[in-house]
C-alpha cells in the first residue's frame, strides 16, 4: 500500500475552503460584512501565492511570494481572533481548529523562508 505523499498545496487549498465556509458563517452587519471581506482575501490568498512560488523564476522571486503568504497567514489569524473575541460565530470554539491549522502554516511557511534564504546565501557564496 502506496501512503499518501504530504502536499503543502493540498493543504492551502484545504484551508482557504475551510475560510470560506466560515466566512458563509458570519452573520451580515456591518462589521460582519467588513470582517467576512477582510478575511476571505487574506485566508484565501495563501493558496495561490504558495501556488506561484512554486514556479518562480528565482530564488529570490520564491522567498518574495513565500513572504506574500505568509504575511497574508499572519492578517488571517488576527481576524480570526478577533471573530473569536467579539462573538460573531458562536460558540467560538469552533474557530480553534482553524487557528490551530493557521500557527502550523505559519511555521511551516516561516521555515521554508528561513531555509531558502540560507540556501540562496549559500549559492552566492559558491
Known sequence: MKERQFDLQDRFIDYAVRIIRLSAAIPESKAGNHICSQLLRSGTSPAPNYGEAQSAESIADFIHKL????????????????????????PSGQLSPLLKETDELISILFKSVKTAQKNKREKERI
Open 67 to 90: 513572504k506574500i503568504a505568509l504575511k497574508e497567514l499572519r492578517e488571517t489569524e488576527i481576524w480570526l481572533k478577533i471573530i473569536m473575541r467579539s462573538g460573531l460565530i458562536k
